[in-house]
């Protein structure tokens, strides 16, 4: 059985699965492989996957971005290595011909950072119908569950029935959350704390919440061990569990059940999903430049990232072709 993974919280578009609506994050698909809930801000990258050592995806996709990254399979090695070449000149914000540690990792936060503001800059004109820049929660009612709201009896004996009801006050209280001075209307950085609530400090409970309502299937509060194992992985016949539902098994009595009690409470997920003492950017910047460092100074050139240029961008990296022909102050 292959684990279920999908992003944090952006769920598949309303309209894709009932053709009804604009949400692009409503209703969700049943997952197929492993989830991912470990959040890093700042990134819509999970944790590195232990069966990505080999393949380079994780740090294409953390070096370029998730979507840009790709569309560079249609380039040449020679193509690749020389937009990369230019992608170096951008790190290297000091000039020197080195590029550091913490120039790569800078890097890496902002290209994610870019991936979010993209992904509302996407999705606002579909919610944003007097266009005055605003989005007021009836906007979004309407864009996202008014062919519900119009047409219940269409949906009355129907599971996408619970579904919307279950997910309008569920929304309706995310909203709220991050309509930081409570008049109900969204600003531009408001509703990408609704999108992304994972970036935001003060949005952090309401992903621990939703996260325990996701998975808490009982209803009691808590989190066992069963509907953690659930969350991530099928068991759809009588086969042994593969190893890596054996070794989550002793993760989550080792190192998520903090007191021991056999459930993890709220505080025990804020500490599994919102983790404190680890920079995900950080560790990826560590990884590429101890790859690459071929003299072992801990820093390189553009010459050391060239030559190691598969593990940058490879096969799959972002379609700099386009980008580079652009202003790249947002960066």
Do not use: C
């Not at 120039?103 to 950072?113: A, M, P, S, Y």
């Amino acid at each position: 059985m292959a684990r279920r993974s999908r992003s944090h919280r952006l769920g598949l578009a309303l309209g894709l699965l009932l053709a009804l609506a604009l949400a692009p994050r409503a209703l969700r698909a049943k997952p197929t492989v492993r989830k991912e809930r470990v959040v890093r801000p700042d990134s819509d990258l999970g944790e590195r996957p232990p069966e990505d050592n080999q393949s380079f995806q994780y740090d294409h996709e953390a070096f370029l971005g998730k979507e840009d990254s790709k569309t560079f399979d249609q380039l040449t090695p020679e193509e690749s290595q020389e937009r990369l070449g230019k992608i170096v000149d951008r790190i290297d914000n000091d000039g020197d011909g080195f590029v550091t540690t913490e120039e790569l990792k800078n890097w890496i936060k902002r290209v994610q950072k870019r991936y979010i503001y993209d992904n509302v800059a996407k999705v606002w004109k579909d919610y944003d119908r007097d266009k005055d820049d605003k989005i007021s929660w009836e906007e979004y009612k309407q864009a996202t569950y008014g062919y519900y709201l119009g047409n219940p009896a269409e949906f009355h004996d129907s599971s996408d029935h619970h579904t919307f009801k279950k997910m309008l006050p569920r929304d309706e209280r995310r909203f709220k959350a991050a309509d930081l001075n409570g008049d109900q209307i969204a600003t531009r950085e408001e509703f990408t704390a609704f999108l992304h609530p994972e970036e935001f400090e003060h949005m952090k409970e309401i992903v621990v919440l939703e996260t325990l309502e996701d998975i808490d299937k009982n209803g009691d509060g808590f989190v066992d061990q069963d509907e953690y194992i659930a969350d991530m992985f099928s068991h759809e016949d009588n086969s042994p569990e593969p190893d890596w539902v054996v070794s989550e098994r002793e993760q989550f009595n080792e190192f998520r059940d903090l007191n021991k009690d056999g459930k993890l409470d709220k505080d025990e997920i804020r500490h599994w999903i919102l983790p404190q003492d680890y920079d995900h950017a950080q560790a990826e910047a560590r990884h590429l430049v101890y790859e690459s460092d071929k003299n072992k100074d801990e820093k390189l050139t553009k010459e050391e990232i060239l030559e190691n240029w598969n593990m940058f961008v490879g096969s799959q990296a972002t379609n700099y072709g386009e980008d580079l022909t652009k202003n790249h102050d947002e960066l």
